[in-house]
């Protein structure tokens, strides 16, 4: 674990720029070279990515995937999901798969991506998170295993002002405590489209939700359930890194961490009861 640093590679990915405009050429054609390599006609996994208003932040995500050390065939497939900056503009100058989806939420994103997608198995990645070179990997392998369906990543936080490593770290191992307890009775809940990878499949039969909610990811591995195992992907060098953007909602460091243990509080002792079973197709919770 990275306590008071993030890991070199990332910042080889981390771009200054601060729109599209911005973006050199020759930044582009690095990527694409690399992109042109590492992406097959006939893949056997299909990266979906969702994106709203990421005209900087896709290009980082790209950077990262184009380096992933692997001999599985892959494609990339981007959904621009309704941006209103420079998304897609970024897009059509990465050698991806661009699709366009109206309908505001990553549900109906990824519902597209996936009917699109021309691999046995579907990773889903986050547009404003940098990819470590064995996270491919290390994913299917846990993906391929006999009876699981679905598999889901951890995931780390970039340092920035307010928001130091070591305070981070401390927070990323209190998350990664309570996602072993979650996973015995709830592993939906571990389940988040930053780092998550199912069956496509089985993720055809039992589909996203198609309007704008928070957990399209968890409804969909709820579902993918009944039809296997989840697995969780716990090596440390296929940690995905991301932006503090959900913590920074809070105001602040502390804000974050103890709005974050009072919800896991009150869920605490709903653990040791089955989950009633509801249709994650129209239920709010």
Not at 170 to 199: Q, T, W
Request: a positive charge; proline letters at 5%.
């Amino acid at each position: 674990m990275f306590i008071f640093n993030k890991p070199k590679w990332v910042d080889s990915h981390k771009f200054k720029f601060k729109r599209y405009e911005d973006i050199p050429n020759k930044v582009f054609d690095e990527i694409n070279a690399r992109l042109n390599l590492v992406q097959k006609r006939d893949p056997q996994v299909s990266i979906i990515i969702a994106a709203w208003n990421e005209e900087v932040n896709i290009l980082n995500c790209i950077s990262s995937i184009s380096c992933m050390e692997t001999d599985i065939p892959f494609e990339i497939i981007v959904v621009n999901n309704n941006s209103n900056d420079n998304t897609q503009k970024t897009v059509y100058d990465l050698h991806v798969t661009s699709l366009f989806e109206a309908v505001q939420g990553c549900g109906p994103a990824r519902q597209l991506g996936q009917e699109h997608a021309n691999g046995k198995y579907i990773l889903l990645a986050d547009a404003d998170c940098i990819y470590p070179p064995c996270w491919l990997d290390a994913m299917i392998s846990k993906l391929k295993t006999e009876g699981v369906v679905c598999v889901y990543g951890r995931y780390s936080f970039i340092d920035e002002e307010g928001y130091p490593r070591w305070k981070l770290f401390i927070l990323e191992k209190l998350k990664d405590f309570i996602a072993e307890f979650r996973h015995l009775r709830r592993p939906y809940l571990n389940a988040y489209g930053i780092s998550m990878g199912y069956v496509k499949e089985l993720g055809l039969k039992v589909g996203y939700v198609k309007y704008k909610i928070w957990g399209d990811d968890g409804r969909l591995c709820f579902d993918l359930m009944k039809y296997g195992k989840v697995s969780q992907v716990k090596l440390t060098a296929a940690r995905v890194w991301t932006k503090p953007r959900t913590l920074q909602r809070d105001g602040s460091f502390n804000n974050a961490l103890i709005s974050r243990i009072k919800i896991e509080l009150s869920r605490f002792f709903s653990f040791f009861t089955p989950h009633p079973p509801h249709d994650t197709k129209t239920s709010k919770n």
